[in-house]
């Protein structure tokens, strides 16, 4: 539930910006978040991987005890997402343009999206460090910490967002790269103070810099949970990016419409989201206790729950499409775009919450490799060949839909199929009984 919270503060701030975005500024700032927000998917694929990779091993190593494996995945991940953040800030800043074409992004929309992405690149080393505490914090059954600090930043962005991005009191018209720049502040001052708490409280996922090195054992095994996890992620990222190109050879209506469907999206799927990380966390650390009816229940109970709070955002996308979408447009043809969006993918929500639930079990076990073998299947063998198909056929976007809706429900059956195979019940780490770890709260 604070996860959900979180998240739900989070979508909060992302509504309230697409709203400046798209009702202060226009549809080609809309389309420029729209495309831009595909671009940074694709980049952070990276440490979105080490990061499953690193709170997977980390909740493994407190069911089994283990203090001194759980001390060598921090300082392990730590360094590694060092290292990462600087890796991808290189390459997204000699990209960013070149991607953006290839895109197809619309000619108007073009200019603003290349520099709206290359200040949000600067993020990188902060949301890199927010993403592996975050997790680190919830594999030690701590999910309230980062909530705190969450909050506090997003008060502080949603504040200065109007600021910078309109000029006010005193400060220059920034227009969409003020959001851009409120970002960066708010997560350098958010991130800081939560190390600085982290440290002055001996939190066991606190690393020390002074010491930080790499253990190799630990970090072949994060390599080796984590890759497949970043592969999937890439592959989640550039099948996005690919489906953003086919809508925006439709005008930029319909990339306005797209984004502000995806807001819509991201609302509805926050609890299957949120369920499914805690799922991931509590199956590992019952994996690494050899508790294996725990998982089952775990897994049943979150069925339940983020199946029948996703039908509810069901229920709400479809029946009051018009009146959500016009929180964001002003255009009505962008709005009946985004209105056949809704009435046909989010019938498809709850499948989407079904496989997340069942992906969690199947993450948390430390098999991220069949996980990402799903995504594939589900993306690149139904979503994207079939948005191709179907646009050239039809010549409507509303067949880009149809398609997105069938990578859901082939998703969510290849995904149940492996988890009652039963072939995810083993460990990915040596396991031992050691003293409980002081702090820690197994699930």
Known sequence: MPMLLGNLIQSAYSFVNAVWVGKGLGEAEMGAVTVTGATMFALLALALGITVGAGILAAQFVGARDTDGLRRVVQTSTALMAI???????????????????????????????????????????LFGTFLISSLLRAVGDSKTPLYFQTGGLV?????????????????????????????????????????????????????????????????????????SAVQQGLAAFGFLFITGIVNAYGVSATAAFGAAMRIDQMALLPAMSFSVAVSTMTGQNIGAHQFDRVREVFRWGLLISGGVTLAGTVLAV?????????????????????????????????????????????????????????????????????????????????????????????????????????????????????????????
């Not at 343009?97 to 895109?103: D, E, S, Y």
């Not at 197809?104 to 993020?123: E, K, N, Q």
């Not at 440290?199 to 930080?212: K, S, Y």
């Open 84 to 126: 990462a953040s600087l890796v991808v800030f290189g390459v997204g800043e000699w990209l960013a343009a070149p991607v953006l074409r290839l895109m197809d992004t619309p000619a108007d929309v073009l200019p603003l999206a290349v520099d709206y992405t290359r200040w949000l690149l600067l993020l990188t080393p902060f």
């Open 156 to 228: 502080l962005t949603t504040a200065l967002d109007p600021v910078l991005m309109f000029g006010w009191l005193g400060c220059p018209r920034l227009g969409l790269n003020g959001t851009a720049i409120a970002n960066i502040i708010s997560q350098c001052v958010s991130k800081f103070a939560l190390y600085i708490w982290l440290h002055r409280r001996r939190n066991v996922t606190a690393p020390d810099w002074r010491r930080l090195t790499m253990d190799r054992q630990t970090l072949w095994l994060i390599l080796k949970v984590g890759l497949p």
């Open 319 to 443: 029946s009051l499409p018009g009146l959500l979408l016009r929180a964001f447009l002003n255009d009505p043809e962008a709005i009946r775009i985004g209105t056949s969006y809704l009435m046909i993918v989010g019938a498809c929500y709850v499948c989407l919450a079904v496989m997340f639930v069942s992906n969690g079990v199947i993450n948390g076990a430390g098999q991220t490799l069949v996980t990402t073998l799903v995504t594939l299947l589900a993306l690149w063998f139904v979503r994207v060949p079939l948005a191709v198909f179907l646009s050239h056929q039809f010549h409507r976007v509303e067949a880009v839909w149809i398609a997105v809706a069938a990578g859901f429900a082939v998703g969510m059956i290849a995904s149940l199929g492996y988890y009652y195979s039963g072939r995810w019940k083993r460990a990915v780490i040596p396991l031992k009984s050691v003293a409980p770890i002081e702090g820690v709260v197994v699930g």
